[in-house]
């Protein structure tokens, strides 16, 4: 058997071709019939937008086509992306697992799957229920320790721009997941971060704008690594990011956020700005923006961290 065409989107520019080939084995009078072994190719390669990608989806598949159950066996999944945002080595993607898909009952089964890329690997399980109504998706999630950043450098993808190289190098989680409508739960989280652990629960509400709710506890956290690196200014250089430098003590309460009592000034001292600073909010008297409203104000954000 082979099947072959071109694929398309409307909604994104989409473009390339998806081949099917497999031996078929039907049984009893054509109830039943075993694709053994099928494969399905993503040729072209394929591009969405500036990304390229091709790869191949293989396994078997019992299909008892009187129950409407489908069984597929074996499955090995190989992708290979470059291009667009993939600016350095292209991302393969390695896969492996089994389903059971029973379309009368509206459930699906996935059971010891397994992604990999390089040294980035997830595994875990899934299971699909009401799948003909109000569909609802529950599983596991473990992602084994990886050095994020070297793996994001790797393939030329945006690293969290932190002053210390040494952050997100060590990332491991673990946790249960569940979706339905619109929202994704994350439970029983446990996440570590170079050297803290974090634990609680996190979701994403597919709402405009994209909503979270958490409920997290953090055991230690060195913060100066994960804020920006501040530029080394010189004598002369005021700089733009510089705070303002303080005025007199008895300046108005909206002026009155200032850098702190006992830190120098970044320009006479010639040392590294501190990656934070207290500076005046007043947008009459400073055209320094002493908060980020405009962010807070496109986000629906609720929830407990400690």
């Known amino acids: ?31 039943e019939i075993t694709l053994a072994p099928f494969e399905l190719r993503l040729e072209g390669p394929a591009r969405v937008g500036g990304l390229e990608a091709e790869g191949s989806l293989a396994g078997s ?11 597929l066996r074996g499955l090995t999944l190989g992708l290979e992306a470059s ?6 080595d292209p991302i393969r993607l ?10 009368r009952a509206g459930t699906l ?20 229920r009401d799948l003909g109504g109000d569909p609802r998706f529950q599983g596991s999630l473990v992602l084994d320790q990886v050095d994020l950043r070297a793996w994001l450098e790797r393939h ?11 952050t997100f190098t060590r990332v ?25 652990q974090i634990t609680g629960t996190l979701s994403l509400l597919a709402a405009a704008p994209l909503g979270y709710r958490f409920d997290l506890k953090a055991d230690r956290l060195d913060l100066d690594a994960y804020l920006p690196a501040a530029p080394v200014r010189g004598a002369g250089d005021t700089g733009a990011g510089a705070p303002p430098p303080p005025e007199d003590a008895g300046s108005s309460p909206e002026s009155s956020l ?28 400073s055209s320094q923006a002493g908060f980020p409203r405009d962010i807070l104000r496109g986000l629906d954000l609720a929830g407990h961290a400690r």
Not at 94 to 103: H, K, N, S, Y
Not at 156 to 166: D, E, I, K, M, Q
Request: proline letters at 7%; zero cysteines.
């Open 1 to 31: 058997l082979r099947l072959a065409g071109p694929i398309g989107g409307s909604e994104m520019p989409l473009a390339g071709q998806l081949v099917l080939t497999a031996r078929a084995a039907p049984a009893k009078g054509g109830a």
């Open 61 to 71: 598949l019992d299909a008892e086509l009187a129950s409407r159950r489908y069984r």
């Open 83 to 88: 291009g667009g945002p993939v600016g350095g």
């Open 94 to 103: 390695r896969g492996q697992g089994e389903a059971l898909l029973d379309a």
């Open 109 to 128: 089964d996935l059971n010891g799957w397994k992604l990999s890329s390089g040294e980035l690997r997830l595994h875990g399980d899934a299971v699909g």
């Open 156 to 166: 030329g993808l945006p690293a969290p721009r932190t002053g210390s190289r040494g």
């Open 172 to 196: 491991d989680l673990r946790g249960e997941w569940q979706a339905q409508g619109g929202r994704l739960d994350l439970q029983d989280l446990v996440m570590n971060l170079d050297r803290t």
């Open 258 to 285: 200032m850098t702190p009592p006992g830190r120098h000034s970044v320009a006479s001292s010639g040392a590294t700005a501190p990656p934070w600073a207290f500076v005046r909010t007043s947008q009459g008297r």
